[in-house]
């Protein structure tokens, strides 16, 4: 059974930084693209981020651009995404999601991660 | 970046019929070397993270109901909801992987 849970959320000051871990289980996890999509509170679903399987190649929504980094273990079984100078904006559930291989669909999501920005 | 528009906005439908939801991108999202729509369905209930119903624009995910189907090519896409059931209440999203940054659409809430 796939599995794919979310830790590291938390309250965090306006310009401060936070890392998101995401644990994946029951499936080759050195095989897949991984994505991380956020949710603000009453919002709509909004796409953060994706990393190659091998971690060589990443892509950023304009948005966290620059602030943002994903990465992955592949030996830990783990995808990560450092996120610094944070915003107010920027608070938000935070979702792990697998590709369903290489440059798919989404077909698996976490519980999600809760950011909050704010003094 | 390609922009999703989701229509309408919010949407009661009674049980037991149809509802149907349409998905436009700014750009095509039928990808030449292998013909097909790079165009996502979710279904989103309160509390849970989404939920693959639809993909390639118009292929169920295995343990979906059959009640869901998806269509379009191009930059028109619809999912539609054959027989309302009162555990369809949920938001529905449509998401483009043709080129990142992968956008969704704004979300179309279902009501009864």
């Known amino acids: 059974e796939v599995q794919l849970v979310e830790s590291g959320g938390g309250l965090v000051q306006p310009g401060g930084s936070l890392r998101l871990s995401c644990a994946a289980s029951?499936?080759?996890?050195?095989?897949?693209?991984m994505h991380w999509v956020r949710q603000a509170p009453g919002k709509g679903l909004a796409w953060v981020s994706r990393?190659?399987?091998?971690?060589?190649?990443?892509s950023y929504a304009d948005s966290v651009k620059g602030r943002f980094t994903i990465s992955r273990d592949n030996a830990k079984n783990t995808l990560y995404l450092q996120m610094n100078s944070l915003r107010a904006e920027d608070t938000a559930v935070y979702y792990c999601?697998?590709?369903?291989?290489?440059?798919?669909?989404?077909?698996?999501w976490g519980q999600g991660t809760l950011v909050t920005v704010s003094s | 970046d390609i922009v999703m528009t989701q229509s309408p906005g919010s949407l009661a439908v009674s049980l037991g019929e149809r509802a149907t939801i349409s998905c436009k991108s700014s750009?095509?999202?039928?990808?030449?070397?292998?013909?097909?729509?790079?165009l996502t369905w979710y279904q989103q209930k309160p509390g849970q993270p989404p939920k693959l119903l639809i993909y390639?624009?118009?292929t169920r995910q295995s343990g979906v109901p059959d009640r869901f189907s998806g269509s379009g090519s191009g930059t028109d896409f619809t999912l539609t909801i054959s027989s309302l059931q009162a555990e369809d209440v949920a938001v529905y999203y449509c998401?483009?992987?043709?080129?990142?940054?992968?956008?969704f659409g704004q979300g179309t809430k279902l009501e009864i």
């Open positions: 029951g499936f080759t996890f050195s095989e897949y693209w």
């Open positions: 390639w624009a118009s």
């Open positions: 998401q483009q992987h043709y080129n990142a940054p992968y956008t």
């Open positions: 750009q095509d999202v039928l990808h030449n070397s292998d013909n097909k729509n790079y």
């Open positions: 999601a697998r590709d369903c291989t290489t440059a798919c669909f989404i077909d698996y």
């Open positions: 990393i190659r399987s091998d971690g060589s190649s990443t």
